[in-house]
């Protein structure tokens, strides 16, 4: 997640899936924001929605119009202006930037464990999305990813996971249902599912005792929020 981006359609999809996730199951929800450094001005700001309330505006009539809002005023301090805003009810937040180095990493990731405590769900923000071959842990750029020892961390401590997730130019039920797999190996017992658009998915890992209100959640984000986003349950399109 980076400052600059907040309030574009990606940060629109993210908040209204969680809303949804909030009103159907009424978890004790942390957001880890995963902030890294800003990028030169001017690259992938996705506004554009905010300017067609015709087109978007019905499927979070609430949301829409808080992120118009707070866009026009400071996007820079947009993020602080979510948080307070009510409109994840009393979610709690972690927005200690990512650090660039291993052990920095680790010492983050240990508070991220201490906030997580009272929690039931994390919803984790990486600029990318879940590790993968290319940047292994230390190198470069791994501050963008999320590592599957941090999931199975965080699985160990009793959370259902939502982990945001780019979608690269592949087939995405097959890289989905990929990403899936992997992911119900590394969380133990999970029942897993996504949801998708075009550019953004959301992977979910629920813990057996959460597992029951995913049926409730998959129709409050199927009533809010098709055709725009779409649903991945197991091995199935749902």
């Given amino acids: 997640m980076k400052r600059q ?12 899936v969680l809303r949804c ?3 159907a199951g009424g978890f004790k929800l942390l957001v880890v924001w995963m902030l890294t450094d800003d990028e030169p001005k001017g690259t992938g700001q996705r506004r554009q929605y905010l300017a067609q309330p015709e ?25 602080t ?14 927005s ?11 010492v983050w990731f240990q508070r991220l464990q201490a906030a997580a405590h009272g929690s039931d769900m994390v919803f984790l923000d990486p600029d990318n999305g879940l590790e993968i071959p290319s940047v292994p842990w230390g190198r470069r750029g791994f501050e963008r990813y999320l590592f599957w020892h941090e999931v199975e961390a965080l699985w160990s401590q009793g959370l259902s996971l939502v982990v945001f997730q780019y979608l690269p130019r ?15 190996e590394h969380t133990p017992g999970s029942q897993v599912a996504a ?16 597992a029951q209100k995913w049926p409730q959640v998959a129709e409050e984000l199927r009533k809010r929020w098709q055709p725009v986003l779409q649903l991945v349950s197991g091995s199935c399109q749902c």
């Fill in 5 to 16: 981006y907040f309030g574009d359609v990606n940060d629109y999809l993210t908040y209204g």
């Fill in 21 to 23: 996730v909030l009103r």
């Fill in 55 to 79: 087109k978007w505006q019905v499927f979070d009539p609430e949301l829409f119009d808080a992120l118009r809002d707070m866009t026009a005023r400071a996007t820079e301090e947009g993020l």
């Fill in 81 to 94: 202006l979510f948080e307070h805003s009510g409109l994840l009810g009393k979610t709690r937040f972690f």
């Fill in 96 to 106: 200690l930037p990512v650090p660039v180095d291993v052990g920095a990493r680790k």
């Fill in 170 to 184: 592949k087939p995405r039920i097959s890289y989905l249902q990929s990403r899936l797999s992997a992911l119900g």
């Fill in 195 to 210: 949801v998708f658009g075009s550019f953004v998915s959301f992977l979910f890992a629920w813990q057996p005792p959460h």
